[in-house]
């Protein structure tokens, strides 16, 4: 019993230093707010009472399109129930997806892909305090620059009168609305598309959401016709060094190297493309088209892309993927990413940042080392692998 309250007291002493810390912090950013223009009332009405939210944190620390395997992911992004749910806001949205699509040149499948993933179809939108929510983050060292400009955003926000501070709730990361959008997206991309004065992402009707949704992807390079990515077939003897992002052909070179569509035809010649291998040589192989790094500019987790362009193929009639994962494995915590990261740049294979994302600059250092050692370089970042890395010199 002694040990738990012990337990229970050293929480309680980190939790109160943390929100001494934060009390701090709060002071010199209202200094902040207002020196960058906005208005001594607005910073003091959106701040009054917010405290340091210990949730945001360890929500902040495991990111499921980032900690869970894709496959783990891919089950609950692109379940039955997702599909069955996007196919109903398809038909009940269906005139004003049409529209927006018109308007954009933005599929609206990818659209609504985007609406399920990060709402369930505006069922969910969340119910955080935003101004609480991005100042825990802003004052947590891990990325507070980016939090706090994104904070400095929202108190624009509230300042143009577009909401309420207690009325601007969203994701524990401070996203809001149907199609979780940040402040700073908010004040770049959001469109009034209705017509009635205001962009609203908040209220139950979502077609202002959408629009934006569709405004953002469009303006961020959207090309319209091309597929974020296809299906494909590796050829035995395949050289896995040739899967990297900055290796670029036409998919008829690729078909000409034996890379070829689940059909066993050439995949048609949608602009070019790069192999994406997010389980490695073991798991299901892509083409994957500037379309893929559009999507990239809404969430930077491979799995989250993937899981948006496969529930569009899935919204429109498309069956799910013929080859198989690696589903022994399991995904990497935070701090052994970051471990695997350390260890890569240590032995000269540098990742370029140390943040437990495991991107395209890490999966380049895991080939690199995986070359070194003789094993496939397929660049998949497994437990199997930090293990290797452990045992390097």
């Known amino acids: 019993m002694r040990r738990v309250w012990v337990i229970m007291a050293l ?51 495991n990111q499921s399109e980032f900690t869970k395997t894709v496959w783990e992911y891919l089950s609950t992004a692109v379940s039955d129930a997702r599909v069955a ?18 308007e954009y040149g933005v599929d609206k499948h990818i659209v609504t892909a985007i609406w399920g993933l990060e709402s369930a179809y505006g069922t969910f939108r969340g119910g955080k305090d935003v101004i609480r929510s991005l100042a825990t983050l802003a004052y947590d060292a891990r990325r507070a620059a980016f939090f706090e400009g994104q904070l400095l955003d929202a108190l624009r ?35 009034d598309f209705d017509g009635d004065g205001k962009r609203s992402i908040w209220g139950d009707v979502a077609v202002d959401a959408l ?31 040739l899967a990297a992002r900055e290796t670029l052909k036409l998919p008829s070179d ?20 790069s192999v994406l291998l997010p389980a490695g040589a ?40 013929q080859g198989s994962w690696p589903l022994g ?23 370029v940042k140390i943040d437990a994302k495991i991107g395209p600059l890490t999966i380049n250092a895991v080939r690199g080392f995986q070359d070194s050692v003789g094993l496939v370089p397929d660049g998949y970042a497994s437990p199997a692998l930090l293990e290797r890395l452990r045992d390097a010199k």
């Not at 749910?85 to 018109?102: P, S, T, V």
């Not at 994957?288 to 990239?296: D, G, K, R, S, T």
């Open 11 to 61: 929480l309680w002493a980190g939790g109160a230093q943390a929100q001494d810390g934060f009390a701090d912090w709060r002071a010199g950013f209202e200094a902040r707010a207002v020196e960058a223009g906005i208005s001594a009332r607005v910073v003091r009405d959106a701040l009054d009472g917010v405290s340091y939210d210990p949730e945001v944190i360890k929500r902040d620390r």
């Open 85 to 102: 749910n996007g196919r109903k806001a398809l038909a009940r949205m269906g005139d004003a997806l049409d529209r927006i699509e018109a």
């Open 157 to 191: 926000i509230l300042e143009a009168g577009d909401v309420a501070p207690r009325a601007m709730v969203g994701s524990w990361a401070g996203a809001m609305g149907h199609t979780q959008f940040m402040p700073g997206s908010y004040l770049s991309y959001a469109v």
């Open 211 to 241: 629009a934006s949704t569709a405004n953002y992807l469009s303006e961020f390079g959207w090309v319209s016709g091309q597929p974020w990515g296809v299906e494909v077939m590796l050829p035995e003897g395949f050289d896995y060094r």
């Open 254 to 273: 690729w078909a000409a190297l034996g890379v070829r569509g689940t059909d066993g035809a050439a995949v048609p010649d949608h602009g070019m493309a």
């Open 282 to 321: 073991q798991g299901v192989a892509f083409l994957i088209f500037e379309n893929f790094a559009v999507l990239e500019r809404y969430n930077t987790a491979d799995a989250y892309v993937i899981g948006v362009g496969h529930l569009a193929d899935r919204l429109r009639g498309g069956s799910g993927f």
């Open 329 to 351: 494995d399991r995904g990497l915590s935070f701090d052994e990413r970051i471990e695997l990261q350390e260890r890569l740049t240590a032995l000269g294979f540098d990742t």
